[in-house]
Structures are given as structure tokens and as C-alpha cells.
């Protein structure tokens, strides 16, 4: 066949360690040989992002900006370890908060979900995508350690010097408080990016806050999103044949635990930082989560939702055989190649992002895995791979789909 031709380049971001050398092989044995691929290329690997002072990823996201689909590798956010590890002229900022800080948006997360790798819970046949707001909260609270007997209070002073107060408590003794805090335009932008990406996925959306307990806080989120969904979503939301749902937290919580699953789950940013964990273990591996970031202004950025998986690299430099989980970097490729295709218009793209997948899931649903799935599937007759055979077992999985 015929190599498939790109039109607008993708925007590739290297990573780190493990995931670096998948990359690669990904690349390798899995698109050049399919497509002209055609990238503009980032290296976010540690010692380039300190040999540039961390322009270069400021200048991947800018370039996110201009052609609107990238897709990234996992990448070392430092700490004092990796200072020394790495020789670090300063203890550069996670990519991926330098990243958002500049596309602004909201990050999806959603499980790979293949035969023979069951989720905890029954009931769940189809992915849940969590959609968790990523500003404000507790995140960037304010605390304070109260020592005794004493008033409590939130003050607001306006830019005309007029105050506004509202009693925190009264102590008779030792306590504590916490001050937290959101901007409207963010949780504006949270909504849009849900909105937006349940109609490009086809999926309803739900949402849910404490808005009875919080009455004003948690109440606004609920307002913005609704009056946002009257204003612009809700005849698009009708004509797609997906439904826009609100719902108390814990009601949430319960409902999710009985669904089968199918639909994108807005959080706000405390809420989702723990219920993605929970969802993400329930369905079974970190390595079969994907991830996308979604602006408001419609740019994607696609990743795996694991790390640079710093254990097997050291294994893979010490010589050993390692046996380390692609699936979700491979889906990294093929969400972005697919948004590619579809904003340019070619098919054949779209088509082979969708072959890939189901290659990699037929692949694993015929027995052939790498360690981790290995070590809970319920399939009866497993062939444990490494990291280098498992994606050329993709590799002739999609060659003999192409030959169908
Ligand atoms: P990690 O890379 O996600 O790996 C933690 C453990 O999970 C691994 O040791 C491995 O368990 C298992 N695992 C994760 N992904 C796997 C895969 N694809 N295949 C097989 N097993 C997998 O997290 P970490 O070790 O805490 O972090 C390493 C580095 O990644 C850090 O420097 C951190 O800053 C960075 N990080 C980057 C991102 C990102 O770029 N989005 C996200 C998170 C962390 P076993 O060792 O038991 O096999
Ligand atoms: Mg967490």
C-alpha cells in the first residue's frame, strides 16, 4: 500500500527514560511504515529542556497553539533527585503545568478497555472518562493553624477600599481554617471544554458538585455550566442525541458504581484528582489510561496518563529484558492522528488510527500482553512478550488487517 500523506504536521513532544525508547519503537515499527508522517518535533526530554532553560516547552505548547494537535511523550517533572541525576541548572517546572498554564483547558482521562482485563466493578462495559478541572480549589488554598480563643473572619476588600465580611468562627480554643478560591473565566472554560469534548466524543456528559451544603462556592459551578449549556450547547446536545446531567456529588458516585459506563464525568479539581484514581484502578492499569488536554479554543493535546516508568529504564540501561505497557503511549499516536485526520480531512488517517487501535487490542485479546496485564487478565492462555516484541506482534496484527 501506499504510504498515507499528512497535510499539516503534528506537533511531537519527546519524552523520558522508559517511555523515550517506546516512542521510538512506536515510530518505528508502527507508523513510518503506514504513514509520510509528517511532525514538527519537540525534544521535552530532561537534558534538552535544561540545555534551553525550558523554552523548548513553551515552545511546544505555542506550536500546540498554531497547529492545534500535538501529541507527547511522558516527561521527568524533576525533584532534588533527578537535580543531581540530571547535572539540572534549576529544578525546571513540570511540562505538563507550563503546558496547561499556556493552552489553558481540561484534562480527559479515559481507560483502554480490552477482554480478558475486567474492571473491579461488574457492571462497567464501557469506558468512563473523567474530565477534571484543573485551577483553583484547595490546590491553591490558603491555610492557617488557629492557636486559640478568638474571631475568624473572610474579608474581601474591593478595589474602591469597601469590605465585605462574613464570619468564619468564633473560637473558644485551638483550630484551623482554610481560604480557597476560583475564577469565574476558568470555570467558564472547564464548562466549554466538557461541552465540546462530549460532542466530539458522542458521549452525554455528567457533572457534579456539593452545591446543597455549598451554597454559593459550589453553586456557582453548577450556574456557569448550566447557563453556559442553555445559551450554546443545548439544541447542539439534542441534535448529536447526548444529554447534559447534573447531579449532587454523592448521588454521582453512586450512579457512576452502577452504570455501565459511557459517558464523561466533569469534576471539579479536588474531586477529580481522587476519583481518577479510583476509576483508573477500578478498570484495571495506569498503563491502559489515556489522557488529552482540550483548550477552549479547540487545540488537543494527547498523552498516556502514566509516568516515564523510571524502574524499567534503569532495568533496560542495566542490559535486562524489559516488558513495559505501550498500549496507552500507542493511543497517544492515534488520538492525535485522528484529530488530525479529521480536521484535514483524510480519511485514510482516520481509518488506520481506528485499525491501530483494534490491532493493539486484538493483539492482547489473543493472549499476547506484556507483564502487567499478564498479572491480571483472566484470559486462560497468556504469551508474556517484552517491550520490543509486543509492539511488532501490533505490527502483524495490523499488517494482516490491512491485507483483509
Ligand atoms: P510511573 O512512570 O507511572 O510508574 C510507576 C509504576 O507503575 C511503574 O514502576 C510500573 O510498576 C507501573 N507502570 C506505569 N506505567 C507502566 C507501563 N506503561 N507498563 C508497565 N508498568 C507501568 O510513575 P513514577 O515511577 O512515579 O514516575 C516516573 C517519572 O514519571 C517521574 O519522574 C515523574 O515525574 C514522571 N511522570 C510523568 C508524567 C507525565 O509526563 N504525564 C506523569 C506521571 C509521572 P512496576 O515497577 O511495578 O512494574
Ligand atoms: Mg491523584
Known sequence: ???????????????????????KMIKDELLYPFIDLKTEYYDLGLEYRNETDDKVTVDSALATKKYGVAVKCATITPNAARMTEYN???????????????????????????????????????????????????????????????????????????ETRELIHDFDGAGIIQGMHNVSKSIESFARSCFNYALDTKQDLWFSTKD?????????????FQDIYDAEYDARFK????????TLIDDAVARVIRSEGGYIWACKNYDGDVMSDMVATAFGSLAMMTSVLVSPDGNYEYEAAHGTVQRHY????????????????????????????????????????????????????????????ALITTLPEVTILNSENFIKEIRVTLEKSYEK
Open 212 to 224: 446543597t451544603i455549598s451554597k454559593k462556592y459550589d453553586h456557582t459551578f453548577k450556574d456557569i
Open 88 to 162: 539540572l541548572k534549576e529544578m525546571w517546572k513540570s511540562p505538563n503545568g507550563t503546558i496547561r498554564a499556556i493552552l489553558d483547558g481540561t484534562v480527559f482521562r479515559a481507560p483502554i478497555i480490552v477482554k480478558g482485563v475486567d474492571p473491579t466493578v461488574r457492571t462497567w462495559k464501557k469506558p468512563i472518562t473523567i474530565a477534571r478541572h484543573a485551577y483553583g480549589d484547595v490546590y491553591k488554598g490558603t491555610e492557617m493553624k488557629i492557636p486559640g480563643a478568638g474571631k475568624a473572619e473572610l474579608v474581601f476588600t474591593a478595589e474602591d477600599g469597601t
Open 314 to 373: 534503569y532495568k533496560h540501561l542495566a542490559g535486562e529484558e524489559t516488558s513495559t505497557n505501550s498500549v496507552a503511549t500507542i493511543f497517544a499516536w492515534t488520538g492525535a492522528l485522528r484529530k488530525r485526520g479529521e480536521l484535514d480531512g483524510i480519511s485514510e488517517l482516520v481509518c488506520f488510527a481506528n485499525k491501530l487501535e483494534k490491532a493493539t487490542i486484538d493483539t492482547i485479546e489473543s493472549g499476547k500482553m506484556t507483564k502487567d496485564l
Open 239 to 246: 441534535e448529536a442525541g447526548i444529554e447534559y446531567f447534573y
Open 1 to 23: 500500500m501506499d504510504k498515507i500523506k499528512m497535510t499539516t504536521p503534528l506537533v511531537e513532544m519527546d519524552g523520558d527514560e522508559m517511555t523515550r525508547i517506546l516512542w
